[in-house]
């Protein structure tokens, strides 16, 4: 009876954590020199549009981490904010960067593909 007990509290706890509704997973699996950070912000600042630069306290500054969505991650991929792209499932490299105390962003994000070449879209985290 106790293994029993044991089973069932096992199975529903692995249940309640397969059912885990997370909007968003992150990841710390890439590892770069400075120079590819260097690169890495400065793909990801002239992505942005002159309006947003003027929102970042530094175009040199940023955290870059790895990234990943469970579930649907919209971005947007074109500079005029126009159209967007779910980014759901796929492993991409994520250049957060601060913004000024008079902006109304807390962060501006802004998502390259896992190889650093392509930007796949940005959003901005209110504060």
């Given at each position: 009876m106790k293994n029993l007990l044991y089973i069932l509290l096992f199975i529903l706890l692995l249940s309640f954590v397969g059912c885990s509704n997370d909007k968003q997973a992150t990841s710390s699996i890439f590892s770069f020199t400075q120079e590819e950070e260097n690169d890495l912000q400065k793909i990801a600042y002239q992505f942005l549009e002159d309006l947003t630069q003027n929102e970042i306290i530094s175009g040199e500054q940023a955290t870059i981490s790895g990234f990943k969505s469970g579930s649907e991650f919209v971005v947007f991929n074109k500079k005029n904010?126009?159209?967007?792209?779910?980014?759901?499932?796929?492993?991409?490299?994520?250049?957060?960067?601060?913004?000024?105390?008079?902006?109304?962003?807390?962060?501006?994000?802004?998502y390259l593909d896992e190889k650093g070449e392509k930007v796949l879209g940005f959003r901005t985290e209110d504060k």
């Amino acid at each position: 009876m106790k293994n029993l007990l044991y089973i069932l509290l096992f199975i529903l706890l692995l249940s309640f954590v397969g059912c885990s509704n997370d909007k968003q997973a992150t990841s710390s699996i890439f590892s770069f020199t400075q120079e590819e950070e260097n690169d890495l912000q400065k793909i990801a600042y002239q992505f942005l549009e002159d309006l947003t630069q003027n929102e970042i306290i530094s175009g040199e500054q940023a955290t870059i981490s790895g990234f990943k969505s469970g579930s649907e991650f919209v971005v947007f991929n074109k500079k005029n904010s126009e159209t967007t792209t779910d980014i759901k499932e796929i492993q991409t490299i994520l250049v957060t960067f601060a913004t000024k105390d008079e902006s109304t962003y807390e962060s501006i994000n802004v998502y390259l593909d896992e190889k650093g070449e392509k930007v796949l879209g940005f959003r901005t985290e209110d504060k």
